[in-house]
């Protein structure tokens, strides 16, 4: 019969669809978090679904509403470390997971110690200066950014921002672009990471 045909091509198309989603869609990550979490001292996880975001954009700057109005979710994991730190094979781990799988890297940014200043000729008077506190020791932050594309557009995007003391794995569903990430830098538990996104090493 026809219709019976065009249902169950229809739902042929809907399995198929499904299949191609979940051969596109990463491994799970809870793994990998555990294992990232065995060794921190706080370990905090954040979800916003759609309507949560909803209802937070609207006490929100009016530019920033249209960017949460194309988002699905917002999962940020957040650890932080003692002086013993995470296992670095833990977080290669998350890393690991979305070397393809439909996401490109985009973005890795590592921060370097800022550069020593100029010495004074031998013999020169240096010239007086105010004494100040000693800087803190430089701790080094990687940023890498997967995104997810769809139709020519940003549909998804992972961030991983670490340093010694602290890791957060940050993973956003919907339509978002890096500049649309910057803006969104201090709400819903997004860490105010520093470095130009749009940049490569």
Known sequence: MPNRRIVVFA???LISTQLVRAQEAPAPLAPQLDALGA????HSDLTFDE???HAASQIMPDEDRPIIAKLRSITVHNFKYSAVG???AAL???RAQYAGHSWNHLVAKQTHP??????SPAGATPPATPVATPPKPFDPTRTDVWVRMAHGNFDGMVVVVANTRTVNVIVIDGMISP???????GVFGIPKFGGDLN???
């Open 11 to 13: 739902f042929a198309v």
């Open 39 to 42: 060794r921190a001292t706080l």
């Open 179 to 185: 500049l649309d990430l910057l803006h969104l830098r």
């Open 92 to 94: 290669e781990a998350v």
């Open 51 to 53: 309507s949560m975001l």
């Open 199 to 201: 940049s490569r090493e």
């Open 114 to 119: 800022p550069t020593e200043p100029p010495t």
């Open 86 to 88: 995470y296992d670095p």
